[in-house]
């Protein structure tokens, strides 16, 4: 992890970069300290993007940032731990819709709460009023869309 003092030297990019591992690898290991239920990351930023939804595997393997191959080998494993369950679609033999299970929706609300406390414990370090001005920093349109 880096320090404290090495963050002061870094640019936009590389601090969002920096911070972003650190929340992800904190929530991670607070998920897995707790579950029975090993979930990485990728498989979370999936079960995210297919929550309260039915889209079809193709669907997800062109809006998630992860390449084809590794998504269908995370979909598998969210299969295979009982996170996900995996449909055919009506009229179309060769497409496949994905939703999550209620085992799925259980880790993903328990995650959410983990996360919020996560939250919690960085507007105690840092104010509550500049976690607030940072999602809405996070929120607006920057246009540097690819």
Known sequence: ???????????????????????RKI?????NDQSEIYISNSEWYIMARIYKKRPSI????????????AIHKFIKSLSAKGLVEIHNVKNNKKEKCIQLTTLGEECFHKNEELKAELENKIAEKIGSEHVKTLKTLLKLEWGIEP
Not at 27 to 31: H, P, Y
Not at 58 to 69: A, L, W
Request: charged share 25%; glycine share 2%.
């Open 58 to 69: 193709s669907y997800v393997t062109k809006n998630v940032d992860i390449s084809r191959q």
């Open 1 to 23: 992890m880096i320090s404290n003092s090495e963050l002061q030297h870094l640019d936009l990019i590389d601090l969002l970069s920096e911070r972003h591992g650190l929340v």
């Open 27 to 31: 929530a991670e290991k607070a998920w």
